[in-house]
C-alpha cells in the first residue's frame, strides 16, 4: 500500500508551489503592464530604459536618449604642448594627498589643465580617452549663456524682455508672466521645479524633467512661482530650459545647430558632440547633457578665458564675458552667481566656473590663466568647495596657503 499510495502525493506537494509561482507570474506581468502604462502616462521613458539610466554611470547617461549631433569643426584647433608643472600634491580635507589619489577619491574620469592656452595635463581613467563624450550635466547651463549673449549682441533680444513675451504659449496671467530673461540668467526666477536627483524618485522636479518625453509640455505645466521674480536667488534647472526655448523660438532652429554654427565650429572644436533631446525630433535639455570631450570643454574654458576671442577673431562678445565674471545682485546657495556661472568663494583671485552635478568642471582663473577640467562620477554636489581648492591649486594659487 505505501508504495502505490507514495506517488500521488509528489502532484499534491507541487500545487501549492505551482500556485506560488503562478500567483508570481501574474503578479510580475500586472506589474510591469502597470509600470509600462504608468511611464507612458507620465510622458518618461519605458520601465527598461529608466532602469538602464538608473544603473549607468551618470558621465554616460547620454548614451540613453535620442540625440542632436554637434560636429566637429572644420577647423579644429589643437593646444600646444606647454611646460608647466603641476604640484605633486593638493590639498583635501585638512591634508595634503597625491594628485592621483584625489581624482581617486573623486571618481574623476578625465582632467585636463591648460596655462596660457598650452596643455599641461592630460589625464583619463581607465576605459576613456580623448575622444570619449562625456555628460558635462549643468555645464551645458554655461553654454547656453554664451549662445544668449550672442543672440542679445545680434539685438534678437534683452535681459529685459519678459519670457512670456518670446514664449507667448507660456503664459499664465499669474506672477509668472512678469519673469525676465534677466531673472532667468540669474537664477532669480523662482520657477517651482524643485531641483531632485534623486535616482529611486526620479518624478518630480528637475529628474522629471530629466526624463519627460514632452518638454514643452512639462514647462507648461509648471509655471507656478516660489517668490517674485527677481527677489532673490534661487538655482532651478528649468530657469535654463527656459533660456534654451527661448533660443529655440526666437531662432528657429535646434540648439545643436547653434553651438555648431555659432560656438563648436568657431572655436576649433576637436570632437563632434551631441545634446539629448526630450524625445526623437525633439528638443534639447537645454539645462544638461551635453556630451563632449574633456579637451572640448577645454576649448570653451579657454575661450571665455581670452574676453570670447579664437585667433583674434570675437565669437562672443567681450561685453557678455564681463557680464558672466561679474557676480550678480543675488547670491546662489552659498556662492555668488551671475549668468549661468558659478563665483565660488574663497580663493585669492577672482575665479569662475561651469558646474555640473556629479563633480563636472569648467574652471577659469584668469589671474593665472589657467583652464580646468575636471569630468566626474562623484556624489550628487559632494565635495564641491574642497574640489574647488584643487583646482585652485593646479592653477597655480593654493588657497591652503598664506
Known amino acids: 500500500m505505501s508504495e502505490t499510495a507514495s506517488p500521488p502525493a509528489r502532484p499534491r506537494r507541487r500545487r501549492p508551489l505551482r500556485r506560488v509561482l503562478g500567483t508570481v507570474l501574474v503578479l510580475v506581468v500586472v506589474l510591469a503592464a502597470g509600470a509600462y502604462l504608468g511611464t507612458r502616462a507620465m510622458e518618461i521613458p519605458r520601465p527598461t530604459r529608466l532602469a538602464q539610466i538608473a544603473l549607468s554611470e551618470p558621465s554616460r547617461q547620454g548614451d540613453f536618449f535620442p540625440a542632436h549631433q554637434v560636429p566637429a569643426s572644420t577647423r579644429p584647433i589643437t593646444f600646444p604642448a606647454g611646460t608647466g608643472d603641476l604640484p605633486d600634491d593638493v590639498p583635501w580635507k585638512g591634508d595634503r594627498i597625491s594628485l592621483e589619489e584625489f581624482l581617486g577619491n573623486t571618481s574623476s574620469k578625465a582632467l585636463v589643465v591648460l596655462q596660457d592656452g598650452e596643455l599641461v595635463e592630460e589625464w583619463y581613467a581607465d576605459g576613456i580617452d580623448a575622444g570619449t563624450r562625456m555628460n558635462s550635466w549643468s555645464v551645458a547651463k554655461s553654454v547656453v549663456s554664451l549662445l544668449i549673449g550672442q543672440a542679445i549682441d545680434r539685438g534678437e533680444l534683452s535681459e529685459d524682455d519678459r519670457l512670456v513675451d518670446l514664449v507667448p504659449e507660456l503664459k499664465s496671467g499669474s506672477e509668472y508672466d512678469d519673469i525676465t530673461v534677466h531673472d532667468l540668467l540669474d537664477m532669480t526666477a523662482g520657477v517651482d521645479v524643485s531641483e531632485n536627483y534623486k535616482a529611486y524618485w526620479p518624478f518630480v522636479g528637475a529628474a522629471r524633467m530629466l526624463l519627460t518625453t514632452d518638454m514643452p509640455g512639462f514647462l507648461h505645466d509648471n509655471r507656478a512661482v516660489e517668490f517674485t521674480p527677481g527677489s532673490q536667488g534661487a ?32 572655436m576649433g572644436a576637436q570632437s563632434s558632440a551631441t545634446w539629448n533631446l526630450d524625445t526623437d525630433g525633439g528638443v534639447e535639455k537645454a539645462f544638461c547633457c551635453l556630451n563632449a570631450t574633456a579637451l572640448d570643454f577645454a576649448h570653451l574654458g579657454q575661450l571665455v578665458l581670452d574676453d570670447g576671442q579664437v585667433a583674434g577673431q570675437e565669437v562672443v562678445p567681450a561685453e557678455w564675458i564681463a557680464r558672466i565674471t561679474t557676480p550678480a545682485e543675488h547670491p546662489v546657495s552659498d556662492w555668488n552667481y551671475s549668468a549661468q556661472w ?9 575665479d569662475y566656473t561651469a558646474l555640473g552635478v556629479y563633480g563636472q568642471f569648467v574652471y577659469v582663473n584668469p589671474t593665472t590663466r589657467t583652464v580646468v577640467v575636471k569630468l566626474s562620477d562623484h556624489g550628487t554636489e559632494q565635495d564641491g568647495a574642497e574640489t574647488l581648492d584643487v583646482l585652485r591649486t593646479l592653477a597655480g594659487q593654493d588657497p591652503t596657503q598664506p
Open 235 to 266: 538655482y532651478r534647472s528649468v530657469n535654463t530650459q527656459l533660456l534654451g526655448m527661448i533660443l529655440i523660438q526666437i531662432e528657429g532652429k535646434p540648439l545643436a545647430d547653434l553651438l555648431s554654427e555659432r560656438l563648436w565650429g568657431p
Open 342 to 350: 558659478w563665483h565660488p568663494s574663497g580663493g585669492v583671485s577672482p
